[in-house]
């Protein structure tokens, strides 16, 4: 688990934030390296070695997952589907946990987000209401705009 490690050996910033630059960059095609960037990219103001192992381990994985990516074929179902989840207190400095959503049009990807959530959850349940709400804001947007675009009306 991350945390910001304080007593840890410091690293070069520079090269720390160039990956993380990278990895965002993949992150367009790559929903899967979205959790893992963004929890390792809150550590760039002062990455240690320990921040520099984890992004080493998220490069293996890329490594042995290069054929992975999201293809998107014409003439699909448009049916609109949303998954929302969350991990309680997943953050162990702050206590708070991280919301996540992924917003699909028939079987593709056109949407994903996570985030630290804004308050510190009491429970689980709590935290699952928080991610749920935040998905559900982001589905009447996205609903709204494949209106606006002509490709649903509900």
């Known amino acids: 688990m991350l945390s910001k490690d304080d007593e840890g050996t410091p690293i070069d910033a520079t090269k720390f934030k160039q990956v993380i630059g990278c990895l965002m960059y993949l992150i367009a095609t790559r929903p899967d390296l979205l959790f893992g960037t963004s929890l390792i990219s809150r550590y760039m103001a002062n990455p240690k070695e320990s921040h520099w192992f984890a992004i080493k381990r998220l490069l293996r994985y890329l490594k042995g997952t290069i054929e992975y ?86």
């Not at 989840?85 to 400095?93: E, I, L, Q, W």
């Not at 349940?125 to 609903?143: D, G, N, R, V």
């Open 69 to 154: 990516g999201i293809f998107y074929k014409k003439g699909r179902k448009i049916d609109f589907t949303a998954y929302s989840d969350s991990n309680y207190a997943g953050d162990s400095d702050d206590r708070r946990s991280t919301s996540g959503a992924v917003f699909m049009i028939g079987t593709t990807v056109v949407s994903w987000a996570s985030n630290k959530q804004p308050v510190v959850s009491l429970s689980t349940t709590e935290a699952e209401y928080i991610a749920a709400a935040f998905c559900a804001c982001q589905c009447i947007w996205l609903e709204r705009i494949l209106e606006h675009i002509g490709i649903r009306n509900t």
